[in-house]
């Protein structure tokens, strides 16, 4: 099946849509039961870049995306043995949450989900960053786990989709507060994702104030925590997150000219935090 792989990927079109005629339904299942292997070649190389390609060239029949979209808000593929740690499943949730991002992309550009769908796809998927606990970035020999990057990527995408569901932006939030306790410092871009999330929000218009009390609530809960555990290393490592999260925030709000009451927020709080 890798050489198979191998072969589409390097298809044209038109040949590619031949292929999926007569093979489609056999490779994509064996890509879906798969897309979290270990093999890092396997995984990135070839299922990944093959679905992308698939997705982007809209060579996949409505039922086969509907098939994967109803198994990847399932236990068995974003919410695999969620909450542990260490586990080959990460790559499972992980790169399940890559194929969601794709899947609300397509339906962004050509919209295949009924409303039930779409809701029930964006319900499951926006408490994804909340509930991961694994936060690994490069895992020797296995490759790119990244399933908090990832993960933001996946919520950006919601908070941009134009059918989004309000209520499920303060979940999102959430999940983006909770990535700063997690244990560790982020050191794989995981900022910079999650930042997005914040630019998607802007981008649609969300309530700036609503966006400020958010900021002031991650600052009080860091302002609570030192009494209660001193200057722990989880409580150095959340503050390094919090802070290396605000700094992006803040220049990529300058960039892009937006919501300048949350930039002055974020500057006032980093200057207030980075010699604390």
Known sequence: M????KLVLEMDELQCQ??????????????????????????DELIYRLFVKLISEQQLE???????????????????????KGSDDVFVRSFSTLWLTALLW????????DSELRSQTMEKSATYLLREQDI???????GWAHSIAHGADLAAMIASHPLVEKRLIPIILEG????????????????ERLVAIIISLAKSDYPEEVLIEWMEQVFDKLDRKIPEKGYSPSIYHARTNILQFMRTLYFALKKSKRYPKLQSTASFFIQKWQNA
Not at 62 to 84: C, M, P, W
Not at 106 to 113: A, G, S, T, V
Request: hydrophobic share 40%.
């Open 136 to 142: 690994r970035g490069f895992v020797v020999g296995k």
């Open 62 to 84: 409505t039922n086969q995306l509907i098939h994967a979209l109803k198994e990847l808000i399932t236990d068995r593929y974003v919410f695999a043995s969620i909450g542990e």
């Open 2 to 5: 890798k050489q198979q792989m």
């Open 106 to 113: 397509l339906d962004q550009e050509h919209p295949f989900m």
């Open 176 to 191: 983006v507060t909770s990535c700063f306790w997690k244990g560790g410092v982020y050191v794989d871009d995981e900022d």
């Open 18 to 43: 031949n292929y999926m005629v007569l093979h489609g339904n056999e490779l994509f299942s064996y890509m879906l039961a798969n897309l979290g292997s270990p093999d890092s070649v396997l995984r």
